[in-house]
């Protein structure tokens, strides 16, 4: 019998790499004739649904703290919204996924408490880190998963003592114990994720490591063209334009370079890097781009570059890029390494801008087979390989 199944995150749009998760997840559910609603943040940008009179109002941190704080400890009008949603769907299976400060981990207790299972996909290391990202100052820092008292200490957050208190009483609030007594699975989307939550001390029998997928749209794109062996002279990068990102060091590595980088994609770093590197005719800024823009400009590439100095976890600009065709060079950090192998990409030190430069020269002369490369991205990353998986752990 088809389960009933909600999926939960903070936002219903093309936001960021949960948003990206959630709406390939749904499409994937729908295709195999699940009942499926989506809860998430009452947001101007979300699509449309059916179920949007179930949403939560919006949290603007910046304008309403005591509702924002009120919000991360699941108070205010999140309980009696989600009662609703499950009152109304009544889910068999509740997917969380961003559900932290937009919407609040009460969630996973109150469908635990409602008889549904819960099945929580990790998207970033918010349950072994309060700061969510594991730096410190630009450095790596894993100092919080003994201590959460080290995100005051070293104000984490923001650099604000108020902001690093707040996340360190959230993650009291929400303990490793309280989440794992509520929620049936762990989704990490790396065998990296994976590690680092056991190293957090969570379960390892509720750990499950599941690659992310493609969209069964996506699928068929690539599916129904031909893979495009005559590339054009250029690299490029997708992503958002923020410090943990690298995008800064890719950028100043490319300046000295004679090879053609395109960037996609926006953040907080976008104007400061337009102003700096402006003057170098080989760095084009390409802003937003659709999915179909980005498809494209992946599909053209020689090679697409992922230079992270964060614990990345399973991210969608690597298995677009090889669904694609296209090899990577990446940094060996996080869940990045895992997904390279000598046939579709290089593996480079992180932060480190010599051996950056290297792997930018090695893969642009380098004789890569496109076609093998998709082949093989298609078939580890399809939706039929993780809906197999999924359908295990939905029916217990």
Same mark, same amino acid.
């Given at each position: 019998m088809k389960k009933r199944i909600l999926i939960v995150n903070k936002f219903y749009y093309r936001r960021g790499g949960d948003c990206v998760y959630v709406l390939n997840l749904e499409s994937l559910l729908k295709s195999r004739g699940h009942d499926v609603a989506v809860y998430a943040m009452d947001y101007p940008d979300n699509l449309p649904s059916q179920w949007s009179g179930h949403f939560p109002e919006e949290v603007d941190f910046g304008k309403d703290k005591v509702k924002g704080v009120s919000r991360i400890f699941g108070y205010g009008d999140i309980k009696d919204s989600f009662a609703r949603m499950l009152k109304d769907f009544r889910p068999d299976v509740v997917h969380l =996924?961003?559900?932290?400060?937009? %919407?609040?981990?009460v969630l996973a207790r109150m469908a635990s408490e409602f008889g549904a299972r819960v099945v929580w996909t990790l998207h970033d290391y918010k349950l072994v880190c309060p700061s969510y990202s594991c730096l410190y100052k630009g450095s790596v820092c894993e100092e919080c998963f003994d201590n959460p008292l080290a995100v005051i200490k070293k104000r984490c957050m923001k650099d604000s003592l108020t902001a690093s208190v707040l996340a360190y009483a959230e993650a009291k609030a929400w303990d490793k114990e309280r989440l794992s007594e509520w929620t049936d699975v762990f989704l990490c989307p790396s065998r990296f994720m994976s590690l680092k939550m056991e190293e957090g001390g969570f379960p390892p029998a509720k750990l499950y490591q599941l690659y992310n997928f493609i969209s069964p749209e996506m699928i068929a794109h690539y599916s129904s063209r031909k893979v =495009?062996?005559?590339?054009?002279?250029?690299? +490029?990068?997708?992503?958002?334009? !923020? $410090? *943990?990102k690298g995008v800064r060091t890719l %950028?100043? $590595?490319?300046?000295?370079?004679?090879?053609?980088?395109? $960037?996609?994609?926006? @953040?907080?770093?976008?104007?400061?890097?337009?102003?700096?590197?402006?003057?170098?005719?080989? /760095?084009?800024?390409? @802003?937003?781009?659709? %999915?179909?823009?980005i498809q494209e400009l992946f599909s053209n590439a020689r090679f697409s570059a992922v230079p992270s100095e964060w614990y990345e976890n399973n991210p969608? !600009? $690597? /298995? *677009?890029?090889? +669904?694609? @065709?296209? #090899?990577?060079?990446?940094?060996? /950090?996080?869940?990045?390494?895992? %997904?390279?192998?000598?046939? =579709?990409g290089m593996i480079f030190t992180s932060g480190d801008a010599k051996s950056l430069q290297f792997a930018i020269e090695e893969a642009w002369k380098h004789q890569w087979d496109y076609a093998e490369i998709q082949q093989n991205a298609?078939?580890?990353? !399809? #939706?039929?390989?993780?809906?197999?998986?999924?359908?295990?752990?939905?029916?217990?």
């Open positions: =996924n961003n559900i932290h400060s937009y %919407l609040s981990p =495009n062996v005559e590339r054009q002279d250029y690299y +490029c990068y997708v992503g958002r334009l !923020s $410090v *943990e %950028l100043k $590595v490319a300046s000295k370079l004679p090879y053609e980088l395109r $960037v996609a994609g926006t @953040g907080p770093l976008e104007e400061e890097l337009r102003k700096e590197f402006s003057a170098f005719d080989n /760095i084009k800024f390409l @802003g937003h781009r659709t %999915l179909e823009e969608f !600009s $690597v /298995i *677009e890029s090889l +669904c694609g @065709g296209t #090899p990577f060079i990446g940094a060996d /950090i996080g869940g990045i390494p895992e %997904l390279a192998n000598r046939k =579709n298609l078939k580890k990353f !399809s #939706p039929e390989q993780h809906y197999t998986a999924l359908d295990k752990i939905y029916n217990g």
